[in-house]
T-cell receptor, first 115, second 112 residues
């Protein structure tokens, strides 16, 4: 079946540190890949996405590259801020003909950044 | 433009009761999906509606049902509530089945 695996949290970093959150997926086909962020008490916000192999999604200093050969979509940021503290979810979805299917999420990784 | 609005924000119900959660989709969006997010877990897909028809369902029992109205707003109904139904219920809307989702802030349901 289709699934997403994220690194276990929590991840605790100091401000301006480098961030990597690992995400790998298993899929029958070629899904689109997403990173969502959830701030305390809020719903999910799309952070970035990539729709095909070798695409790089980027937003707000975060980046992730769709790697088909390693079935990975690791999230990175060069210098984290306290305001980046949140839960990050990796997800996949099939578009097009299979669009009736849904987002499949990982379990989430909690990031805590201290000043 | 307004985003996705869910009501109520919090709800406490007793085991065995029934509950209805509501979602107003973002203006112009014709597709609505519902997700259940248990504490410390990722969201799990419940079902999706496209132009008032259910066109996708996750691994949830029939006591989870839904509706989509002509204005594309939606309801999630859960019958015979169980303690494990306690979770954050998220609604997401999109323009068409292949477009990106906009999520609401969710309804926190507690079953006691």
């Amino acid at each position: 079946g289709n699934s997403v695996t994220q690194m276990e949290g929590p991840v605790t970093l100091s401000e301006e540190a480098f961030l990597t959150i690992n995400c790998t997926y298993t899929a029958t086909g070629y899904p689109s890949l997403f990173w969502y962020v959830q701030y305390p008490g809020e719903g999910l916000q799309l952070l970035l996405k990539a729709t095909k192999a070798d695409d790089k999604g980027s937003n707000k200093g975060f980046e992730a590259t769709y790697r088909k050969e390693t079935t990975s979509f690791h999230l990175e940021k060069g210098s984290v801020q306290v305001s980046d503290s949140a839960v990050y979810f990796c997800a996949l979805r099939f578009m097009g003909e299979q669009a009736g299917t849904a987002l499949i999420f990982g379990k989430g990784t909690t990031l805590s950044v201290s000043s | 433009e307004t985003g996705v609005t869910q009501s109520p924000t919090h709800l406490i119900k007793t085991r065995g009761q029934q509950v209805t959660l509501r979602c107003s989709s973002q203006s112009g969006h014709n597709t609505v999906s519902w997700y259940q997010q248990a504490l410390g877990q990722g969201p799990q897909f419940i079902f999706q509606y496209y132009r008032e028809e259910e066109n996708g369902r996750g691994n949830f029992p029939p006591r989870f049902s839904g509706l989509q109205f002509p204005n594309y707003s939606s309801e999630l109904n859960v019958n015979a509530l169980e303690l494990d139904d306690s979770a954050l219920y998220l609604c997401a809307s999109s323009l068409g089945q292949g477009s990106g989702y906009t999520f609401g802030s969710g309804t926190r349901l507690t079953v006691v």
